[in-house]
């Protein structure tokens, strides 16, 4: 199982702009797709974002579409989320995780990071 550290969250005012990162130990990512899933206060865990490393082609969930941008490093072992315009109901835990078939791979989650968006 591949394991990965999510880091980059925070406290940030309402439109303003955070850059998550999940970095994979002991192995590259260039066979998976990778996701970072969100799960808000009080809801559960959702995926908002996709990225197939091999060839880059990604997903969004409307909620985020074009203010959130999946990338990753050229080594192909950190995926990064950049997220710009945050609202309050970003506000969540962040993970990343393998995807397959659209659905989390690993049953096994990191910590995740927090992200706040508030005045």
């Known amino acids: 199982q591949l394991q990965l550290k999510e880091s980059g969250g925070g406290l940030v005012q309402p439109g303003g702009s955070l850059r998550l990162s999940c970095a994979a130990s002991?192995?590259?990512?260039?066979?998976?797709?990778m996701g970072w899933f969100r799960r808000a206060p009080g809801k559960a865990r959702e995926g908002i974002s996709c990225l197939n490393m091999a060839d880059d082609r990604t997903w969004y969930e409307d909620s985020v579409k074009g203010r959130f941008t999946i990338s990753r490093d050229d080594a192909k072992t950190t995926v990064y989320l950049q997220m710009n315009s945050l609202q309050p109901e970003d506000t969540g835990v962040y993970f990343c995780?393998?995807?397959?078939?659209?659905?989390?791979?690993?049953?096994?989650w990191g910590q995740g990071t927090q992200v706040t968006v508030s005045t």
């Open positions: 995780n393998a995807v397959k078939g659209g659905l989390p791979l690993y049953k096994s």
């Open positions: 002991g192995s590259t990512l260039e066979s998976y797709t």
